[in-house]
């Protein structure tokens, strides 16, 4: 028999139950209060620092903020697209891929280079080539002649933005690019110009365009039009410092023939995913590019062009990573042109896509991250610490570089509602 004063004991669990729910949904409700009210102080602050942007915080199913609120826009993103440019090509041509130049030896004694876009072609190279190719006993060290096959690569490739660009690492592209066109001078207070780097030799070339320059150092492109025969001197540079002569110090552009003979193929000391790592360190839009006209190249054969490599482009963003295309649009792949425009949300997918890599970007105080900068833009995106996947973009297309201070309002915030 029950005592009046006493519940029956189902009666009992239910009622804690009940009170246990309770409890838990007024727990999960603080909780949701507490985040609200402090994304809703960062919409506060952002509104001080967003004037023509905007900025996104999400984890690998959805976003978790925005500002402003419900946007999703077109921007610039600057350099922030060479993540893109990163990805596909790591899609394309594989992480293990490396970039490659072949020699030829001709019936009439004259040595043939061919071009495959090597985007660093750079002094070390070229002094470790000539070594090695002093060591093959079928090539004679008294050779006719030099040519160069650069037809892999269109001749006539523009990309948009370089020509308001005065950073001499914003070279022309091209199949066989020397020290990304550029020489690095020095000039004393008698006028006399040297190489500023004792593994560069000074050619003829690069003499007479530091007669024109002031006393001290300086880093400066090679004007297009002379590409071919700046990479011309310096190849012969190097080779006869290795023991090599040639009747005709002249260097011609021609295709590699069926009776050429291969006799040496370099293949650059870095892999895809090293030379991503500097070309996103350094922010190099050179290479970026160069990265761009292969994967076309890759895709649709030759000759790489530029509407060959954003094809490409548009092709993994849309295929692979499965981003509308009213989300982007691609005039290049280094970000340098304000034609381009990305959304954060495509953004975001592409930090998604790169997270097994992320350790190729750089950053500090604990956050990895991409940045752009042109004049009117400043950009970032990364992957905020913590034992949860966290992305955030912050794209700025406004007079006042804002981004850092945004970064510190982000780490600060609790995102977890």
């Known amino acids: 028999m029950i005592h009046p004063n006493e519940k029956p004991l189902l009666l009992q669990g239910k009622t804690l139950f009940a009170a246990f729910t309770l409890g838990f949904l007024l727990l999960l409700s603080s909780v949701s209060a507490s985040a609200n009210t402090a994304q809703n102080r960062l919409d506060f602050k952002l509104k001080l620092l967003v004037k023509h942007g905007s900025v ?37 041509l ?23 876009g090597d985007p660093f072609l750079v002094s070390e190279q070229w002094r470790r080539i000539a070594q090695n190719l002093s060591q093959i006993p079928e090539l004679p060290k008294k050779l006719n002649g ?12 523009k990309i948009p933005g ?20 550029t020489v690095y001078l020095q000039v004393d207070k008698q006028g006399f110009v040297s190489s500023a780097e004792k593994q560069t030799p000074l050619t003829p070339l690069a003499e007479r365009l530091g007669k024109n320059l002031s006393t001290g150092k300086h880093r400066i492109s090679i004007p297009p039009e002379s590409g071919i025969t700046y990479a ?59 990265l761009l006209l292969s994967i076309g190249l890759k895709r649709y054969g030759a000759p790489a062009t530029l509407e060959k490599g954003i094809r490409a482009l548009k092709e993994y963003l849309g295929d692979e990573l499965g981003i509308p295309e009213q989300q982007f649009r691609l005039a290049e ?21 790169f997270s097994a890599q992320k350790k190729l970007l750089h950053g500090g105080k604990g956050v990895l991250y991409k940045t752009g900068t042109l004049y009117g833009v400043s950009t970032m995106a990364g992957y905020l610490p913590g034992s949860k996947a966290r992305y955030f973009v912050i794209l700025l297309n406004q007079p006042k570089n804002r981004r850092d201070e945004i970064l510190k309002l982000l780490l600060a915030t609790d995102f977890s509602g």
């Open 56 to 92: 996104l915080v999400a984890d690998d199913k959805e976003v978790l903020y925005r500002y402003p609120p419900k946007s999703n826009p077109l921007l610039v993103p600057a350099s922030v697209l060479k993540l893109a440019t990163a990805l596909a090509a790591l899609h394309y």
């Open 94 to 116: 594989g992480p293990e891929f490396r970039f490659r130049t072949d020699f030829y030896l001709t019936e009439n004694r004259s040595l043939g280079i061919k071009g495959y």
């Open 146 to 157: 030099l040519f160069f096959d650069t037809s892999l690569f269109n001749a006539k490739i």
């Open 162 to 181: 370089i020509e308001f660009s005065k950073n001499p690492y914003d070279a022309q592209n091209g199949a066989l690019v020397l020290n990304f066109n």
């Open 232 to 290: 011309g001197e310096l190849v012969h540079a190097f080779l006869s410092q290795a023991g090599f002569s040639f009747d005709s110090g002249k260097v011609a552009l021609s295709k590699i023939s069926s009776g050429d003979s291969l006799i040496y193929t370099h293949k650059n000391s870095s892999a895809l995913t090293e030379l991503i790592a500097g070309m996103l360190r350094y922010s190099n839009n050179f290479t970026a590019n160069q």
């Open 333 to 353: 792949g280094s970000g340098i042109s304000r034609k381009n425009r990305l959304t954060p949300e495509a953004i975001w997918q592409m930090l998604k896509a």
